[in-house]
């Protein structure tokens, strides 16, 4: 049986009065890849930044790998919720890649990877430099590690920002509208390498408006509209036979029809 690594139970997000996430339930398998679709407003970076913890749900809880994120329930079962440091130890199990590159702009390439391996993992140096050539290498950067960010293309520096998210090897990557700042030719670089860790049965949740990329790269999308989910399945499937009026509206809207593919 396949492994669940995360799961999302019935959670909810307000912001002050307004409740932008309305009981959210997942299951992520190992190896699994979800896309999270949805208008612009629907919920889907507050979804990923609950994931680790940068945003703290209003209620629900999450799990990944068989502890919760967070808190734990103690002997009485009563929930405590983390110290900084716990939660700092869960979160190195999830790498996260942003739409702005989030670069450290005095850092060379190898640099802006071997800092997370040196400060927070912790490795030896020579170990540290060794992973972060590995990695990348993996998103076909060997030739550019000396350089600083203004020296790289768009398409370059999100690279080296996956790449430094992988080097922390961690369970789970989530990806928000990771080429949404880059032209089609760029983009298409980012998606490639984002294909091929999907090949390597890396877990990865998604958020991005890339439809025809969504629909070969996962296993599984997610609709969502004002924070509420609407209806997942196989892309294929929401593609040219959704559930709901409101998917397919938002699918067409988003260029595809049925008959297009
Ligand atoms: N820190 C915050 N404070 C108040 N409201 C917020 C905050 N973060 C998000 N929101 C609101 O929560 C809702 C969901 O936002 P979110 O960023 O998750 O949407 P999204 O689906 O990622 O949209 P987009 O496609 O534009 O990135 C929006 O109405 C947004 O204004
Ligand atoms: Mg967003």
Known sequence: MEK????????????????VVKDFNVEVKQGEKVILAGASGSGKTTILRMINYLETPTKGKIWLDGDYIGGHYNEKS??????????????????????SFNLFAHLS????????????????????IARAEHYLNKVHLSEHIKKYPHQMSGGQQQRVAIARALAMQPKLMLFDEPTSALDPKLTNEVLEVMQELAEEKLTMVVVTHEMGFARHFADRMIYLEDGVFIEEGPPEKLFT???SEKTSHFLSFCGYKEGDI
């Open 109 to 128: 390439a190898l640099h802006n990877v071997t800092l997370g391996l040196t400060r927070v993992l912790k490795l030896p140096k020579k170990e540290a």
């Open 241 to 243: 036979h959704p559930e």
């Open 4 to 19: 669940i690594l995360l799961k999302m139970e019935h959670i909810h997000k307000s912001f002050g009065q307004a409740e």
């Open 78 to 99: 009563e929930w405590v919720s983390d110290s900084m440091q716990d939660l700092a130890e869960k979160r190195k199990q999830i790498g996260m890649v942003f739409q």
